[in-house]
Nanobody, 122 residues
């Protein structure tokens, strides 16, 4: 397993969590990194992406203004800061790496982590 997520857990609605994704230096630095999630009974969907030098970020409309993706290449880590969490944010969150493209499509993300569970309660 090349990508390892951590930081998931149980949080009340309105609360915050920060997810981390650790990757080997050979993967993290040259790659576009993304976060995706799969809610119960739903397809996996795009959450956020960040380009190699952290110059650009993009977000799904559902998380824009609440989530922030960032990276620290010298620490070989990508983060997803999640604020103002909602019940509908409950999902397994996956970190992924794309060598060639900056975008929201899952196609091309060649490395995936095993996921970390985020559960938002009322």
């Amino acid at each position: 397993v090349l990508l390892v997520e951590s930081g998931g857990g149980l949080v009340q609605a309105g609360g915050s969590l920060r997810l981390s994704c650790a990757a080997p230096e050979s993967i993290l630095s040259p790659y576009v990194m993304g976060w995706f999630r799969r809610a119960p009974g739903k397809e996996r969907e795009f959450v956020a992406a960040i380009d190699r030098n952290a110059d650009r970020t993009m977000y799904a409309d559902s998380v824009k203004g609440r989530f922030t993706i960032s990276r620290e290449n010298y620490k070989n880590t990508v983060y997803l800061q999640m604020n103002s969490l909602k019940l509908e944010d409950t999902a397994v969150y996956y970190c992924a790496a794309d060598r060639w493209r900056y975008g929201s499509s899952q196609t091309g993300f060649e490395y995936w982590g095993q996921g970390t569970q985020v559960t938002v309660s009322s």
